[in-house]
Each structure stands twice: as C-alpha cells, then as structure tokens.
C-alpha cells in the first residue's frame, strides 16, 4: 500500500465549479502538507502548503488538513480554464535536512470554457 | 534569477546504452533532489543531495543508477544499461537549505525514452 494515496481522476469540470481535490495518507509522521500544480511538459509547482489541521486559504484555493483522519484537500473555487492541470499532494517531516517528500500521484483536471 | 534548469529537455537512447542527466539548481540553494515520474504517476524520490554530500539515496532503484553533485551545485544523474522501464521523466527540484517545510523548485525534467 502506497503511504499518499490520491484520488485518480480524470476531473473535467465546467468554468466557474467548484473542484475539491483530496488524498489519504497512512504515516502519522507527517507534519506538513503540500499541493502542486503541474502543467503539461512542465515541472510541479508549489500551490499551497499547511503544517497543521484546519483550512488555510489563498484567493480561489482553499487547502484543508484533517490529521485525526489523515485526509486532505484542496478546493479550488469558482474554477478557470487555466486551473487545468495536474494536481499532486505531496506531505513531509518538518526537520533541517529532512529531504525528499512524498507525493501522490495526481488528479488531472479540465476545467472546460 | 533563472530557475531550476535541466538538460537535455529529452532523451532517446537504446537499450544497454548509458545516459548523462544534468541538474542546475538556483544558485546558491544548498539542498537538491532528483525525483523521477512515470506516465500518470506521482512523482517517485530517488535521491537528495545537502551541499556535495548524499545523505539519502534510499530511491535510486538499483545500482545501475548513480548520482554526483559538485561544487555544491550542478548535479548529474546516471543511468548504465539503460531498460526500457527507465522510459521516465527525471525531474530535478532544488530548496534552500533542505528542509522538509522548503518550497522546492523544480526544473522542466528531462523525458528519457529507451527504446
């Protein structure tokens, strides 16, 4: 069994839902949590990021954390055309020289005009 | 500044040939990561390097793969014998200081193909 485990997908959506984008992990270790953005033939890129549980908001993207279930999301409001992309979470140790995250494998997403 | 740069932007070799993979990471970012993603995966660790040294290559997935970093910065993934389930994408991501709450940058990644 994989430690991140994420919803597969496809999505495809209309311009203007609401996406809600979620994944479950397995070690309680995990301390801080990240979604990445990753357009076709690009590298992943940092959206959002939480350390504890609870919402935490940036503009359209909401980032939630539940540690006592060990499930997280991400929503996306009022979705755009350009929000279609690759979406992966991705949790870590907060620690100096931690290293390497882990990441699911992503959800991809269509938000259609 | 430039971002995380990669080279080449893709790669096609045979079977059993070896292959070279180029990192350069922001300038003066001290922690470097090599990840690699297979079609429709996430993203699978390989190895992170602090300054020179590696203190984790616990996925470099066998010892057909190698990884050096000098300078403290560019890096260079190889790969002897190549197989064609090595057909991947080998992203390279750099952060500040290396640790796990960092944003970590990533380059374009280089697309291997074996045929």
């Known amino acids: 069994q994989k430690e991140v485990e994420q919803d597969p997908g496809p999505l495809s959506v209309p311009e203007g839902a609401i996406v809600s984008l979620n994944c479950t992990y397995s070690n309680s270790a995990f301390q801080y949590f990240m979604w990445y953005r990753q357009y076709s033939r690009k590298g992943p890129e940092l959206l959002m990021y939480?350390?504890?549980?609870g919402n935490k908001e940036d503009g359209r993207f909401t980032a939630q954390v539940d540690k006592s279930s060990k499930y997280i999301s991400l929503f996306i409001r009022d979705s755009q055309p350009s929000d279609s992309a690759t979406y992966l979470c991705a949790m870590t140790w907060v620690n100096t020289n931690a290293g390497k995250s882990t990441f699911g494998d992503g959800t991809t997403l269509t938000v259609k005009p | 500044g430039a971002g995380v740069s990669q080279s080449p932007s893709n790669k096609v070799t045979e079977k059993g040939k070896d292959v070279e993979l180029r990192c350069d990471p922001i300038s003066g970012h001290t922690a470097l990561y090599w990840y690699r993603q297979s079609l429709g995966q996430g993203l699978e660790f390989l190895i992170y390097?602090?300054?020179?040294?590696?203190?984790?290559k616990s996925g470099l997935p066998s010892d057909r793969f190698s990884a050096e970093r000098t300078g403290g910065s560019v890096s260079t993934l190889t790969i002897q014998r190549t197989q064609q389930e090595d057909s991947a994408v080998y992203l390279c991501?750099?952060?500040?200081?290396?640790?796990?709450?960092?944003?970590?940058?990533f380059g374009p990644g280089t697309r291997l193909l074996v045929l």
């Open positions: 991501a750099s952060s500040a200081q290396g640790g796990g709450q960092e944003t970590q940058y």
């Open positions: 390097f602090q300054g020179n040294s590696a203190p984790d």
């Open positions: 939480t350390y504890s549980s």
